[in-house]
């Protein structure tokens, strides 16, 4: 793997702020089981969070998956919100060859989309607050 530097254009400093997610590019030579070089092979975007358990991946990309199947992704992809950030949650499949997708998992990774406005967040926290004080009382 080949390290070019770093790059925060997408999210500008937000991202960099962010110590719960890498989002990377991959380049990697695929070889043959003897080692000569088949083809050079370039992943434009993947990621993974940082500090998470491996379970947790698994339980996202798990569920992720069986929404895929049921036809419940648009674009191979999801949208959430965790710790005040958002993310976008991309799950690819394999491609059949007729072009339809596959049963098997390719990929799953998370691409920071920013945070989460302070005014939203509390508007969130207050009307979870209100709502659950309606339900005890």
């Given amino acids: 793997m080949n390290y070019w530097g770093y790059q925060y254009d997408s ?14 590019q ?3 030579n695929y070889a043959d089981k003897q080692g000569n070089p088949i083809a050079k092979l370039f992943k434009e975007e993947s990621g993974l969070f940082v500090g998470t358990s491996p379970e947790c991946e698994i339980a996202m990309g798990t569920v992720m998956y069986y929404e895929s199947l049921c036809g419940m992704l648009k674009e191979d992809s999801q949208r959430t919100t965790l710790d005040d950030a958002n993310y976008k949650l991309v799950l690819l499949r394999n491609t059949e060859r007729d072009g339809s997708k596959g049963v098997y998992i390719r990929s799953f990774f998370p691409i920071f989309m920013g945070n989460v406005p302070r005014v939203l967040r509390t508007e969130v926290c207050t009307s979870v607050l209100t709502t659950n004080l309606r339900k005890i009382g």
Wanted: glycine content about 12%.
């Fill in 26 to 28: 991959i380049e990697w």
């Fill in 11 to 24: 999210q500008g400093k937000e991202g960099a702020k962010n110590p719960r997610i890498v989002t990377l």
